[in-house]
């Protein structure tokens, strides 16, 4: 896929890097992620996925914007409140960049509609809020052989990770990648949530930038893939540490006793 002199001086900075160069930026454009949630996470890195030139994007979210995501949904301003996120969302990156394709889905995600809303995507970028949702999205990923980049955050912490366990289901157990619910295997009885609890608005940010930049590097190939490990950062200390994460053999999904 050839880029037009436009898009070579708009991404100028990205093909002077060896590991993206032509081929890669060229990868991007090709490429349509779908990403569920378009708020705190979801919104900051669809800025940037937008801007680094990824050929479509597609926002899934049923919500309305309201002033009290404003704090930190940097997608939104205050004139669109009452909007839908997506067709708001969809409004700024146009603006940002004219040249990729914005898909609005105005809809919940649900275990019965999660493969759909999924299918054909490159990549998955999953910033919703609820375990329930997290399932059903890990789930549709790994029938699908998708990669999931997942992101959370709550108070001041937060954490990403990159799940293949989908792309890996044809090799031998001990070779296999982890899925989501290896990492978390059930819902904890009761789940904060940022509306109960609290967040730092810079956090939401600062996550979904690493989320971003993960989903770039599995696009052209850049790096090492932060898959089957953990990510975490407390912005209290401002320390980060990464932990390895293992396969579950048991897990719900992808465990040895699941059809797959």
Not at 132 to 153: E, H, K, P, W, Y
Not at 180 to 209: D, K, M, Q
Request: proline share 4%; with cysteine; charged share 25%.
């Amino acid at each position: 896929m050839t880029l037009t002199p436009d898009q070579l001086e708009r991404y100028a900075r990205h093909i002077m890097l060896k590991e993206v160069g032509g081929p890669g930026q060229a990868r991007l454009k090709n490429a349509e992620i779908a990403l569920i949630g378009a708020g705190g996470l979801g919104g900051p890195a669809a800025l940037y996925l937008a801007a680094a030139g990824v050929g479509r994007i597609r926002l899934i979210d049923d919500d309305e914007v309201s002033l009290s995501n404003l704090q930190r949904q940097i997608l939104f301003d205050t004139s669109q409140i009452g909007t839908a996120k997506v067709d708001a969302g969809a409004t700024q990156l146009a603006k940002l960049n004219p040249d990729i394709e914005i898909i609005p889905v105005s809809e919940r995600l649900t275990t019965d509609n999660a493969a759909d809303l999924l299918d054909g995507a490159t990549l998955v970028l999953d910033g919703s809020d609820t375990f329930s949702t997290r399932f059903d999205v890990n789930q549709a990923c790994f029938d699908l052989g998708s990669i999931l980049v997942s992101g959370a955050i709550g108070r001041w912490a937060g954490q990403v990770s990159v799940f293949k366990a989908g792309l890996s289901k044809s090799r031998p157990e001990d070779e296999r990648a982890p899925c989501y619910r290896c990492f978390v295997s059930e819902a904890p009885e009761h789940a904060e949530t940022c509306e109960e609890v609290g967040v730092i608005g810079p956090l939401a940010g600062f996550v979904a930038a690493r989320m971003a930049l993960e989903t770039v590097k599995e696009i052209t190939g850049a790096g090492t893939s932060l898959s089957g490990r953990v990510w975490i950062f407390d912005g209290l200390t401002g320390d980060a540490r990464t932990i390895a994460l293992k396969r579950d053999p048991d897990c719900a999904t992808c465990g040895r006793n699941t059809k797959n």
